[in-house]
């Protein structure tokens, strides 16, 4: 998820967070950011138990994908159609805006009525 608001985000991450966001979701589906999970699921019914920022257990894989994948989306890009490949991409570029993106994990109950 994007830390905040796509539209308020610096232009460079917005450049690259909006297209793969846009990709990702799902046909009329709105993008939103992590601040907004606990504001949805209250009001869905839901009371949050615990949001976690998994930002720092999900880094060190970010960044050995990263590591791994650069060189191949380096040749698709130049040689093949990248459209073809969207998680390519998000993986080696969005790692350059890596600050605007984060993990998170909520564990939220619908009480009983």
């Known amino acids: 998820m994007s830390t905040g608001p796509v539209d308020e985000l610096p232009a460079r ?9 846009d990709a990702m979701a799902r046909n009329g ?3 939103h950011h992590g601040g907004d999970l606990p504001r949805l699921l209250g009001g869905a ?3 949050v138990e615990e949001a976690l920022d998994a930002t720092p257990y999900c880094t060190p894989a970010s960044e050995a994908v990263h590591a791994r ?3 191949p989306w ?5 040689l ?5 490949w969207l998680n390519l991409p998000s993986t080696v ?3 350059a805006v890596r600050e605007h ?8 109950v619908k009480p009983s009525r």
Do not use: I, N, S
């Not at 380096?74 to 130049?78: A, K, P």
């Open 29 to 31: 589906a709105r993008v």
């Open 101 to 108: 993106v984060a993990w998170y994990v909520h564990t939220a």
């Open 45 to 47: 019914g839901f009371e």
């Open 93 to 95: 570029e969005m790692y």
């Open 69 to 71: 994948f650069r060189l």
């Open 80 to 84: 093949g159609d990248p459209a073809k």
């Open 13 to 21: 991450a917005r450049a690259v967070l909006g297209p793969f966001l």
């Open 74 to 78: 380096e040749v698709v890009r130049r």
